[in-house]
């Protein structure tokens, strides 16, 4: 079975830029998740879909980052522009929530972003 | 006061050494636990769920206590290849099983 596919899986922009992220979930995942792993931290949540509805994004900057998961498969986040401070992993985990909270989160290689 | 605390190390011990690792975390209302491994520069995966009566699988043994609002993760007979971090991973509850992750802990074993 495919695990989560990430792409690109390294990107260097110069700040201002804007920079997308791809990702694809298990199939059959209905529970998407976009984190943030600075380096010697743990993944930050920033956004978690359920199918397509975006259910926690508390987390995610919204003046500049924003993230869509149309018809609740795949899904893309957008920084725009990008600032020195995004430099980071950005990861994508699924996992297929039926309403239990020991569902296991799978998480995609990761895109690792440098902003120059 | 961080919602999910872990020492992030390094614990450097030799081979067969056992070593143990702390996570405290924040709200009571927590409901489900998990120990993450990642190696450097991969993602994180599942290495266990915690569940309140302990658990244990191979050299690997998790333990919940509620009371004092910590788990911790032993390893018996460490090897070379258990290096790596070791996230720790609390929900909440309340019908949105938010996920919160600890810094993590470094293990480095060594021959």
């Known amino acids: 079975e495919a695990g989560v596919v990430q792409s690109p899986r390294y990107k260097i922009i110069e700040k201002k830029q804007p920079v997308a992220f791809w990702c694809n979930p298990i199939?059959?995942?209905?529970?998407l998740y976009w984190y943030r792993q600075n380096l010697g931290q743990g993944p930050e949540l920033l956004i978690r879909?359920?199918?397509?509805?975006?259910?926690?994004d508390s987390q995610l900057p919204k003046d500049r980052f924003s993230a869509e998961r149309l018809k609740g498969v795949d899904s893309t986040l957008k920084i725009q522009p990008a600032e020195l401070g995004d430099s980071a992993v950005y990861l994508c985990?699924?996992?297929?929530?039926?309403?239990?909270?020991?569902?296991?989160?799978?998480f995609g290689p990761g895109t690792r972003l440098l902003v120059l | 006061r961080k919602e999910v605390e872990q020492d992030p190390g390094p614990f450097n011990v030799p081979e067969g050494a056992t070593v143990a690792f702390n996570c405290t975390y924040s709200n009571s209302a927590s409901q489900s636990f998990f120990w993450y491994r990642q190696d450097c520069r991969k993602e994180p995966k599942l290495l266990m769920s915690v569940y309140s009566s302990g658990n244990e699988d191979g050299r690997f043994t998790a333990q919940l206590n509620r009371a004092s609002q910590y788990i911790s993760l032993l390893i018996r007979d460490s090897k070379l290849s258990d290096s790596a971090t070791y996230l720790c991973?609390?929900?909440?509850?309340?019908?949105?099983?938010?996920?919160?992750f600890g810094r993590g802990t470094s293990l480095i074993v060594h021959p």
């Open positions: 991973v609390v929900k909440r509850g309340g019908g949105s099983y938010i996920p919160t």
């Open positions: 199939s059959g995942h209905n529970t």
């Open positions: 985990a699924s996992s297929l929530d039926r309403g239990s909270y020991q569902e296991t989160q799978y």
């Open positions: 879909y359920e199918n397509e509805e975006a259910v926690d």
